[in-house]
């Protein structure tokens, strides 16, 4: 079957912008999250967005969905050494029940001084 | 957001050896997840319950079982296990649309 596709890896210097993109696999999915991995920890959940939403913004962080091309992004404004981690998007299907959800292959970002 | 609580964090124990994984959450929710996270970091779902006396298994099989006798206990168990067992385990519960993780346990079968 398909899978939820992310780039492995992105590096980028401190303050910089950090855009780390997904693509997911269902289209009717309703909703599509991000979360973060830090070192030796569990998943954080950071954002979510409902389908019928084009964009959300939490403080630094902007979420950015593109149905028509099952594209998921998520930008971290003003990116600072706490920031590296890794980064999951994931999505609940809509064959899935209980809200189980599928996730991408993780993006580790990294920030330099 | 939920306190979800894994014990232990890290294990080592030889082959054969039965052992759980526990996992507790105080927030009353009625969905819990088992993952198991492997080296190459992507998540796989093992195991899942809707509530109290169910439990489904998830997409990538496994040889661990799961009960859910109360709300807030979602136990994992291997009754023999092997290196291939090594691995991570996230436990995670769920509201409404909001999965929340544990902090997992690092398993290492020797």
């Known amino acids: 079957g398909e899978d939820v596709e992310q780039s492995l890896f992105l590096s980028v210097r401190e303050g910089d912008s950090s855009v780390i993109n997904c693509t997911y696999t269902?289209?009717?999915?309703?909703?599509l999250y991000w979360y973060k991995q830090e070192p030796g920890a569990g998943l954080q959940l950071l954002t979510y967005?409902?389908?019928?939403?084009d964009m959300k913004q939490d403080q630094r962080l902007t979420v950015l969905l593109n149905k028509k091309d099952k594209h998921l992004s998520l930008r971290i404004a003003d990116t600072q050494t706490g920031d590296s981690a890794i980064y999951f998007c994931?999505?609940?299907?809509?064959?899935?029940?209980?809200?189980?959800?599928?996730f991408g292959t993780g993006t580790q970002l990294k920030v330099e001084l | 957001e939920a306190d979800i609580y894994q014990t232990p964090r890290y294990l080592v124990i030889g082959t054969g050896k039965k052992i759980t994984l526990e996992c507790s959450q105080t927030?009353?929710?009625?969905?819990m997840y088992w993952y198991q996270q492997d080296p190459g970091m992507e998540l796989h779902l093992i195991h899942y319950?809707?509530?109290?006396?169910?439990?489904e298994k998830g997409d990538l099989s496994s040889e661990s079982t799961v009960s859910r006798i109360r709300t807030e206990h979602f136990p994992l168990t291997l009754e023999s296990a092997r290196p291939s067992h090594t691995s991570q385990y996230l436990c995670?519960?769920?509201?409404?649309?909001?999965?929340?993780f544990g902090p997992g346990t690092r398993l290492t079968v020797t």
């Open positions: 995670a519960s769920s509201v409404r649309y909001e999965q929340y």
């Open positions: 269902d289209s009717s999915s309703t909703y």
């Open positions: 927030m009353g929710h009625d969905k």
């Open positions: 994931a999505e609940i299907p809509s064959t899935g029940g209980g809200n189980k959800l599928t």
């Open positions: 319950s809707y509530g109290v006396n169910s439990t």
């Open positions: 967005i409902f389908s019928n939403m």
